[in-house]
């Protein structure tokens, strides 16, 4: 994949549009040597995405794209059923983001996908602020659409309220650094 492609390429991997999102999926895939953020993207996507069929294509480009030890550390932490569980966070998560990071990967994209598919329930706030936590410290530099998308919403939700006011700041502060 040139650099020229790069930008267009995640302008299809961020779209709200599913298929935009999957033109992006088959665009990778079909590239000979995807970059480390795009790998992210395409991890994320893999992930957590709420699609089936997103998270389908986004598994077969991962495998086709990444290298084997990349592959083998997502085998040995990742099941399907993951994707919508809180406790994953406590702890598990935050290993496997480590873990991916010393593969060369972004993992920026793969937090704002995860803080996207908590559902709004009680239990969930701890694990958002363990996810803005993570994402506070990385270099977002590169600053994605999806990531502004998540902490606005997050920001934007009128029940978070006082109870939720750290991951508000949280959310906020990060946004900050993002348009700085």
Do not use: C
Not at 157 to 164: A, D, L, N, Q, R
Request: glycine fraction near 6%.
């Amino acid at each position: 994949m040139t650099e020229d492609t790069s930008p267009n390429l995640r302008k299809f991997l961020e779209s709200d549009d599913p298929a935009m999102v999957m033109m992006g999926l088959s665009m990778a895939k079909g590239s000979a040597k995807a970059s480390n953020e795009v790998l992210g993207m395409v991890l994320g996507l893999y992930l957590f995405h709420d699609d089936n069929d997103i998270r389908s294509l986004a598994k077969t480009t991962f495998g086709k794209s990444a290298p084997s030890d990349l592959r083998k550390t997502v085998k040995n932490y990742w099941q399907a059923e993951y994707r919508t569980t809180v406790w994953i966070w406590n702890g598990w998560m935050q290993k496997m983001v480590l873990d991916i990071e010393d593969a060369g990967i972004n993992t920026t994209y793969i937090l704002a996908r995860g803080l996207m598919s908590l559902k709004d329930t009680e239990e969930v706030d701890e694990a958002r602020f363990k996810i803005l936590d993570m994402l506070g410290k990385r270099n977002l530099s590169v600053s994605h659409l999806t990531v502004r998308s998540s902490l606005k919403n997050l920001i934007s939700t009128k029940k978070w309220g006082y109870k939720h006011r750290e991951n508000v700041e949280a959310a906020s502060k990060i946004l900050e650094e993002l348009d700085s």
